[in-house]
């Protein structure tokens, strides 16, 4: 899907459309699943990430395996702080796995499906341990610091949870490139602001505000009121659609790292960064509803997506 290479304002990510302002733990384990981990994780993909399961399609099926494991633990570690209903909790989870990561290391991994899917993948490709240990920490910061009060620090939250699980797709396919990396980055930062955006309703119903706190503080957006009136607050279209731009920038900053080759990225490289047709619909439905994050349409999943990634893959770009 090509899109404009700059931001047309106010309020247009894409240049078209209207621009007018509107003021307005997982901890079953079951037998299966130790028995047959790879299949345990294909599963738990499937029922709790319809973006990333539709991707996985696209690697290379001696990968697919390692994928699976991969995404698994990274929507097992995202949902946390969700999942308990003390802190406390939340950190024991996060301990587990730290010290499961260390075991899977040694050769030893616990006897939990997706840690004995994990350490397979670790023996048919390199995953470097500090990539997982960086998601583990900046999730247990997040058990801790729900709100970002700087942009700064959202991106740098992005770019250890997000980001990050991109190296690890780039990793387990050999991919060790500076390009690919610097690419991956980017599109790390869009994917988790656009995620961010896309749950902001879900967020805000129990008491937590996922946009920076001086970008709201810039709009005379009044938190409290965001829990109670929802999408009618003041200030809160111009906020989303602050945030939103930002993730645009670096979702152009993405492509802008393979215009060497006429925004043709690598075969082999090309289905990590299909993880960029999500981000690009969440944004043009963001655009579509003016900003308002508390539109149910936001909700419902974008039926063009499946033809939109095969379209993708097979063009070689996002």
């Known amino acids: 899907m090509v899109l404009l290479p700059t931001l047309l304002r106010p309020r247009s990510l894409w240049g078209f459309g209207s621009c007018r302002r509107l003021h307005a733990g997982s901890d079953s384990r079951s037998g299966a699943g130790i028995s047959n981990p790879a299949e345990y994780c294909r599963d738990f993909v499937r029922k709790h990430d319809y973006e990333g399961y539709l991707t996985s399609q696209l690697y290379p099926q001696r990968f697919q395996g390692g994928y699976f494991a991969l995404r698994a633990l990274y929507i097992e570690l995202a949902t946390v702080r969700e999942a308990v209903s003390q802190t406390t909790l939340g950190q024991a989870r996060l301990v587990f796995w730290r010290d499961a990561m260390r075991d899977i290391y040694n050769n030893k991994p616990p ?13 048919h490709s390199r995953l ?53 990396a610097h690419a991956a980055s980017h599109l790390g930062v869009a994917q988790s602001l656009t995620t961010l955006l896309r749950a902001l309703s879900f967020h805000a119903s129990k008491g937590v505000m996922v946009i920076p706190a001086e970008i709201t ?10 829990f109670t009136k929802g999408g009618s607050s003041h200030g809160l279209e111009d906020a989303v659609f602050e945030l939103a731009t930002v993730a645009n920038d670096h979702l152009l900053t993405a492509r802008d790292t393979f ?20 981000v690009v619909s969440i944004l043009r439905r963001l655009e579509a509803i003016n900003f308002n994050a508390f539109d149910p349409s ?15 893959y097979y063009k070689g770009s996002f």
């Open 111 to 123: 006897h939990h499906p997706i840690a004995l899917a994990i350490h397979d993948a670790t023996q």
């Open 128 to 180: 470097p341990l500090y990539h997982f240990n960086r998601i583990i920490e900046a999730r247990e910061q997040e058990l801790h610091n729900q709100t970002h009060l700087t942009l700064e620090s959202m991106v740098s939250h992005a770019e250890s949870t997000s980001s990050t699980f991109l190296y690890l797709l780039l990793a387990m396919l050999n991919l060790p490139s500076s390009t690919l």
């Open 217 to 226: 503080a810039k709009h005379g957006v009044n938190q409290q009121e965001v």
């Open 259 to 278: 215009k060497e080759t006429g925004g043709r990225v690598p075969s082999e490289a090309m289905p990590v960064f299909l993880a960029a047709i999500p």
């Open 298 to 312: 936001l909700q419902i999943r974008d039926w063009k997506l499946p033809w939109q990634v095969w379209r993708s």
